[in-house]
């Protein structure tokens, strides 16, 4: 696949399951920022929602299942296929390229909301093959950037990386219809405020950042965002759906490339 430039490397904000089936200020956004660069000639998804403690495992079947990960929606929902071939071939390059932790493939897993609900809207036709890898909670915050910039030589072969999760994210505060928590507010920029200065060290040390504990109570949403960062080359950051759900949700995205 010959390129202009790198396919970029995305953080989004993905929120709750509604947001796959809704036409709202999220999904709209979503849709148009697949308008502003090339078709990837691939998609590499991290996910929030597939935790494997002590391993990083990436999908490598031909047909990855749509993973329902959720209870509490309506049925129609669960109803809901993204029927997206993999990319085996793709699966087994990447465990053999990352030398900073061990990568298997696996066929256990599929792609679940935290992959779909985004995908849905930039590429609803499903033609575009995905893979999706794991978060290893028990890997440091560093080791996830170190990972992230392993991953970014993919971006010159027309893969497209995506950390799907959000920067504050504490289910247990939710309010709907509240107005944002004044810390959730505050932590949300002071992360954009890093990002914006390349700053990732005060990125990966984000326990120490002021209201980390109850923005992050824990860290599977914010992960994807450092393996992002980690992918990125400098590029100055363009951000997207800058709000604050349900008082305690960070539907804050961020664009590389």
């Known amino acids: 696949m010959s390129l202009e430039k ?3 490397a995305i953080f989004i904000g993905h929120g709750s399951p509604d947001n796959a089936f809704e036409d709202n200020e999220f999904s ?15 998609i590499l998804v991290i996910s929030a929602h597939w935790v494997t403690p002590g391993a990083t495992l990436v999908t ?35 465990a053999k390229l990352v030398t900073t932790v061990p990568v298997q493939t696996d066929e256990s897993w599929g792609l679940d909301h935290g992959a779909w609900s985004v995908l849905a809207h ?22 996830h950037w170190l ?22 994210h504490h ?24 990002l914006r200065h390349q700053d990732a060290q005060t990125l990966i040390r984000y326990p120490e950042l002021k209201h980390a504990h109850l923005a992050i109570p ?13 992918a990125s080359r400098g590029e100055t950051p ?11 949700i960070s539907m804050t995205g961020v664009i590389f490339g």
């Open 6 to 8: 790198p396919m970029p």
């Open 28 to 42: 709209r956004e979503w849709r148009r920022i697949a308008t502003t660069f090339e078709k990837p000639a691939g």
């Open 60 to 94: 490598g079947m031909a047909q990855p299942e749509t993973i329902h990960d959720f209870y509490g929606f309506p049925e129609a929902y669960s109803e809901f296929h993204y029927p997206a071939p993999g990319a085996p071939d793709l699966a087994r390059r990447i």
């Open 122 to 143: 930039l590429y609803p036709e499903a033609d575009i093959p995905v893979i999706q890898m794991s978060i290893d909670s028990r890997l440091s915050a560093q080791e």
């Open 147 to 168: 990972l992230g910039q392993e991953l970014g030589a993919l971006r010159d072969e027309g893969i497209l990386i995506l950390g799907s999760g959000n920067i504050v």
């Open 171 to 194: 289910l247990g505060m939710i309010r709907w219809g509240g107005e944002p928590y004044e810390w959730a507010t505050e932590f949300d920029a002071t992360v954009r405020q890093a």
């Open 218 to 230: 824990t860290s599977e949403h914010y992960l994807p965002l450092l393996s992002v960062l980690g």
């Open 238 to 248: 363009q951000f997207f759906n800058e709000s604050i759900f349900a008082s305690s």
